[in-house]
Antibody, heavy 118, light 106 residues
Framework: EVQLVESGGGLVQPGGSLRLSCEASGFTFSRYNMNWVRQAPGKGLEWISYIESDGSTIYYADSVKGRFTISRDNAKNSLTLQMKSLRADDTAVYYC???????????WGQGTLVTVSS | DIQMTQSPSSLSASVGDRVTITCRASQSVSNYLNWYQQKPGKAPKFLIYAASSLVSGVPSRFSGSGSGTDFTLTISSLQPEDFATYYCQQSYRTPPTFGQGTKVEI
């Protein structure tokens, strides 16, 4: 069974940093492209970052470019999102999602809540 | 960016009703259109890909159609577990973008 488990969310002050992790199991992690998608409270879904299976190609949404960094460790079946210069509008539940094909999200984690507030 | 617009934003329906949700793209996305279902407090669930292909395990009362800019998600006979918010999403061009969601209520 495919499992994606996010962790690392919490309360952080504006301008602060946070590191999210997504631990994968139940499939060969190194064969799949991965994404981070977020959802602000009461709002819709927003894609924020993509990393190809071997890490060779990375994309970011304009809203996070230059502040967030996606990475992966295929040996540890782990996906990471390093977030810095956090703003109030980064407050959201952050999901990691596995691609079926590029940008087609067939499996999702349960999400981790990031709250940016003073 | 490609804008995805869903209509209606919300609808009220009864068990057994046929429900249709429309998704329109601001430019052609060919058939690179996916649908997700989300229940409160839960992660989205993958329903349909490539506009009309049903994900394995999804009940056959769900169907999708369309190509280019206009797409529909149809639930042929609404069941109690189908009350949720539905999102369309284009995977044709970076950045991938979602519709604003359609909430299906009792």
């Amino acid at each position: 069974e495919v499992q994606l488990v996010e962790s690392g969310g919490g309360l952080v002050q504006p301008g602060g940093s946070l590191r999210l992790s997504c631990e994968a199991s139940g499939f060969t992690f190194s064969r799949y492209n991965m994404n981070w998608v977020r959802q602000a409270p009461g709002k819709g879904l927003e894609w924020i970052s993509y990393i190809e299976s071997d890490g060779s190609t990375i994309y970011y949404a304009d809203s996070v470019k230059g502040r967030f960094t996606i990475s992966r460790d295929n040996a540890k079946n782990s996906l990471t999102l390093q977030m810095k210069s956090l703003r109030a509008d980064d407050t959201a539940v952050y999901y990691c999602a596995r691609d079926r094909s590029v940008f087609c999200y067939e499996s999702w984690g349960q999400g981790t809540l990031v709250t940016v507030s003073s | 960016d490609i804008q995805m617009t869903q209509s209606p934003s919300s609808l009220s329906a009864s068990v057994g009703d046929r429900v249709t949700i429309t998704c329109r793209a601001s430019q052609s996305v060919s058939n690179y259109l996916n649908w997700y279902q989300q229940k409160p407090g839960k992660a989205p669930k993958f329903l349909i890909y490539a506009a009309s292909s049903l994900v394995s395990g999804v009940p056959s009362r769900f169907s999708g159609s369309g190509s280019g800019t206009d797409f529909t998600l149809t639930i042929s006979s609404l069941q109690p577990e189908d009350f949720a918010t539905y999102y369309c999403q284009q995977s044709y061009r970076t950045p991938p973008t979602f519709g604003q969601g359609t909430k299906v209520e009792i």
